[in-house]
């Protein structure tokens, strides 16, 4: 395997007086798609919140590219080449699909390259570019949050559960996205309950429980193992 992208080593996160991250260790490999599976309440948004600094970790280390960012400023982890998608979108309902797309541009103008890939990847971002994102549909809004973290070519992206509670037609549309983000090459770390988009666009796989990494391996290999899956994951995993 190439060298990771991503290394975390013994992260803990404290929330208030909770302990939340217990020591989670794990690699995101350079190029691919590593899923961040696990039931409800496991850490696993605690986890990409860590890795950008919204949370502090109190003890461990984040390294990506080799380089200790455990500590900096978001912004800073932003700018070394991390896109985050929260699980809350984090758009500007006030602002145009427009704005928030150049807001989201933060080494400069958007790329005219770029915006052409992302309106022919979710195309109402196209068709409502003038309008206020707060008008857009639930599913809109997912392609403009998702857009937002793709307005720049960044070396990964972290994703969090892109595809819940939407229609299979737009789960298939935000999937499709994602699956030619991973074959320009990306590095893609996704939380994803929808164990059939997991299966689809995993290549590996860190499975997370009671704030720690308890499996990791190789997608195909959890994907192939439903008593595996079942002692990992229980019943939150949605296998349709
Ligand atoms: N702001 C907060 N204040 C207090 N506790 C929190 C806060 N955010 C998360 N937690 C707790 O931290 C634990 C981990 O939550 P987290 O959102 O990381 O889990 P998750 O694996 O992403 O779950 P889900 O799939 O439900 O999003 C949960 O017990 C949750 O209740």
Redesign the pocket.
Known sequence: MSEPTLRLKGVHTN??Q?H?LQGVDFDVPAGGVTMLL?R????????LRTIMGLWRARAGTILFEDRDITGLATSAIARAGIGYVP?DMGIFSDLTVEENMTLAAIGGPLDPDRLDWLFSAFPPLKTFWKKEAGNLSGGQKQMLSIARAMAEKRKLYLID?PTKGFAPAIVATLAGALRELKNQGASILL?E?NFSVARALGDSCAV?DDGKIVWSGAMAALAGDHALQEKLMGLSVETA
């Open positions: 929330i208030a909770y939340i696990g409800n309440g496991v850490g696993k948004t605690t986890t699980e559960e939380v309950q997370m």
